[in-house]
């Protein structure tokens, strides 16, 4: 069993930006594919960006594409996600998933783990 936890989520203003760490426990970290997800207070947890195994393919949702960069160091047990030009529709909570694929998956069925999550807050 994997354990995530993120962190640097906090209060920004719009236009500004943020770097999510989600940190994995155990030594096979580099055997999953790593996603974020986030969820709105009212709505359902959505696909915000995935990355493989390796790193060398990635996948964003329309919504973030351009503006956000998800990334991994595998020697780290670390996935990253930076956030720029934060819209205050980007505020909700983001949480990190692992799953057993080899590339990347956007269903929220398909992760095995998630972290507990971090909230994003962007104000007007």
């Known amino acids: 069993q994997v354990q995530l936890v993120e962190s640097g989520g906090g209060l920004v203003q719009a236009g500004g930006s943020l770097k999510l760490s989600c940190v994995a426990s155990?030594?096979?970290?580099?055997?999953?594919?790593m996603g974020w997800f986030r969820q709105a207070p009212g709505k359902e947890r959505e696909f915000v960006t995935g990355?493989?195994?390796?790193?060398?393919?990635?996948y964003y949702a329309e919504s973030v594409k351009g503006r956000f960069t998800i990334s991994r160091d595998n020697a780290k047990n670390t996935v990253y996600l930076q956030m720029n030009s934060l819209k205050p529709e980007d505020t909700a909570v983001y949480y990190c998933?692992?799953?057993?694929?080899?590339?990347?998956?956007?269903?929220?069925?398909?992760?095995?783990?998630w972290g507990q999550g971090t909230q994003v807050t962007v104000s007007s």
């Open positions: 998933a692992a799953n057993r694929a080899m590339s990347v998956v956007t269903t929220r069925s398909q992760y095995d783990y």
């Open positions: 155990g030594r096979t970290f580099s055997n999953y594919a």
């Open positions: 990355i493989s195994r390796s790193g060398g393919s990635t």
